[in-house]
Each structure stands twice: as C-alpha cells, then as structure tokens.
C-alpha cells in the first residue's frame, strides 16, 4: 500500500474509534433529531394552512410547552404519590411474601410444591444471576438524576436548535456525501423523516390506547394506585416486545399482595387481551401503515442497540432500526446490489445465467 492509503485507511479507524468513544452523544443527537422532525411536522402543517413559518415555529412551541406544562401539573404529582405508594406496597409485600406462597401453596394439588423463599433468595442474590444484572441496570439508569437532567435538556435545546433552521444541519450533512450522490441522499434522508413523523405518531397513539385500557381495566378490577400502573404502561409501550411485557409486574405484584389475593389472574389475563388486541388489531392497522418492519428485526435491533447504547438505545431501538433499514434498502440494496451486472467476460456468467429473472420473480 502507498503512504496516501496508508493515510486514509488510518484516518478511517480513527474516526471509527471517535465515533465509538462518542456514541452516547450521538444518540442524544439523534433523540433531538427525532424530536425536531416532529415539532417541523406540525409547523408544516399549520404553514399549509397559510401561517407563515416565522408564526408557526412559535404557535407550535407554545402549545408543546403548555401541553407538557398541563402534564407536568395535572399527571404528574398525582402519579408521583401513587408511585411512592406502590413502592411501599412493593416493599411490604416482600415481607410477606412468605406467609402469601405459604397460602396459596394450600390450593396447590400435592404433585406441585412453591419453591421456598431461601432458595429463592439464594437464586436471585448469586453472583451469576441475572436478576441483579437487571436491576444493577435499571437502578444506575436513574442513579444519577443530574446527568440525566443535563442530557435532557442538551436534547430540548438541540431540538430547538435543528427546528430554528434545519435547511443548514441537512445541507451540512449532504455536504459529506459525494457530489454525484447528494441528491439522492436528499432523498433518502426524506424518507427517513417521513418515516420518523409516522413511527412518532403511530406510538403516541398506541401509547394513548394502551393507557386508556389498562386504566379501564385495573379500576373495574378494584387494583390501587390505577393511575401509576396505566400510565406505566403507557409509558413502557415505546419498547417494543420488552415494554407491554414489564408492565404487568406492578399491577400484579399490587393485587398479590392484597386481600383479594385472586385478582393477581384477572390481572394478568387482562393485560393478556390488551397485548394480544395491540399485536392483531392495533399495531396493523396503525403500525403497519407507518412502518413496515419485520417483528423478528425489531428485537434483533432491539438487543443489538441495548447492547451498544444501553437502556436508551433499547427506547430507540425502533427508530433506529426504521432509519437503518431505509439506508440499507436504498444505499445498498438499490443503489449497490441491484446494479450489480455481471460483465459479459465472467467466467461465472454462463453459470449465473437465470438466477437473477429467479430470484425476480420471487421477490415479485
């Protein structure tokens, strides 16, 4: 290899190596990236209606705020204390955990035996075990409420920042991109915030469904604290797979502990029905609209970007997985692969004759 390709080579790793040292940055960015897209979505739809962009850009922001200032005040205090609640409840029913299995292990048909409450513990308090990874990483996700607050807000300003202008953040980064190549980025990249806009509103309303029958469902059941487990649930929908799943440890957990012990099943088949009517029902017909992406690719990107980003990665492991997937199937599969002709002097070409009209067809 010559010096210059030396250079470039090594060039290129380093800038790998930046851009691994500083991922976690860059996931903010793209959080605040998210954010500005949808904000821009509402202000171009107001400019539609004959609003200046300078007027829509302020009414937008001024409602988000006083949408968010209505949350903060009416959601949020009472689902404060109803959460402080639970955890006392959480934190009582551990104790009487014991004499709970002993009971119900009276209903229990001889063949089946609960495990007792030290071997138990012994499980989950090994070193091995993967309960206390799960939770070492959930309770060090919030351990540090100032860096958490800090990158909050590096998100809300980036957002206002890319919503001020976002001609010159798009412009700069097709500016990276080849000359010959750059209006197709442009293409490209509008399809990512068609795509963005979609995933956004999709998940808000199957956030807002999901709510609204978990807390349905919980205050016909008589569960306490019904306002913290629904909009745990709510909350907890933005991750795909994982997210409905978790959401019944609390409810559950609540009615175990109480004295109608029983309701612990109602409880859980009913945020049985309500997974089972998001996954049949809901997610196609609002989902699948928006974003077309195969459930066995969700959760590969979902592992895949908690393991790279962490707990933030696996919130935005979708959107991640939406924008990776419009890159591919542009940049690689269209611009790349599909013009990929063999030359007419390959010794492979006799060979590979009909394979391509094949696997057009099947793709048809």
């Not at 469902?217 to 909009?231: M, N």
Request: aromatic share 12%; net charge neutral; hydrophobic share 55%.
């Amino acid at each position: 290899m010559k010096l210059g390709e030396w250079i470039g080579l090594i060039s290129i790793l380093a800038t790998f190596y930046i851009l691994w040292k500083i991922r976690a940055i860059l996931l903010l960015v793209f959080m605040a990236v998210v954010f500005a897209i949808a904000l821009n979505s509402l202000a171009r739809r107001l400019q539609q209606t004959g609003v200046p962009r300078r007027f829509a850009i302020p009414t937008v922001l001024t409602v988000s705020f006083l949408v968010i200032t209505l949350f903060f005040v009416g959601v949020v205090p009472p689902f404060v204390t109803q959460f402080s609640l639970l955890i006392d409840l959480t934190i009582s029913g551990i104790r009487e955990l014991p004499d709970t299995l002993a009971q119900l292990e009276t209903y229990l048909p001889d063949q089946l035996r609960l495990p007792e409450l030290n071997e138990f513990v012994d499980w989950a308090t090994s070193p091995d075990s993967a309960v206390l990874d799960v939770f070492n990483n959930f309770f060090s996700f919030f351990n540090s409420s100032l860096r958490v607050l800090l990158q909050v807000l590096l998100v809300m300003i980036l957002s206002l920042m890319f919503l001020g202008n976002p001609t010159i953040y798009r412009n700069s980064l097709l500016r990276l991109m080849p000359s010959f190549y750059r209006r197709r980025a442009d293409g490209i990249l509008q399809d990512c915030e068609v795509a963005l806009c979609n995933w956004m509103g999709g998940i808000i309303l199957n956030s807002v469904f999901i709510f609204s029958l978990s807390f349905v469902g919980l205050w016909l059941l008589g569960i306490k604290l019904v306002l913290a487990h629904a909009l745990i649930a709510g909350v907890l929908n933005f991750i795909p797979n994982v997210g409905p799943s978790l959401s019944v440890i609390f409810p559950a957990m609540v009615a175990l502990i109480s004295e109608d012990y029983w309701k612990i099943i109602p409880v859980i088949v009913w945020y049985a029905i309500i997974q089972q009517i998001e996954s049949y029902w809901l997610t196609p017909t609002v989902m699948a609209r928006q974003i077309s992406l195969p459930p066995a690719f969700t959760l590969i990107a979902q592992i895949c970007f908690a393991t790279i980003f962490g707990f933030l990665g696996l919130v935005l492991a979708l959107p991640l997985a939406v924008v990776a997937k419009i890159w591919v199937q542009e940049l690689l599969v269209k611009d790349i692969l599909d013009q990929w002709k063999i030359s007419d002097f390959s010794p492979w070409k006799p060979t590979l004759a009909g394979i391509p009209d094949e696997i057009d067809s099947l793709l048809e």
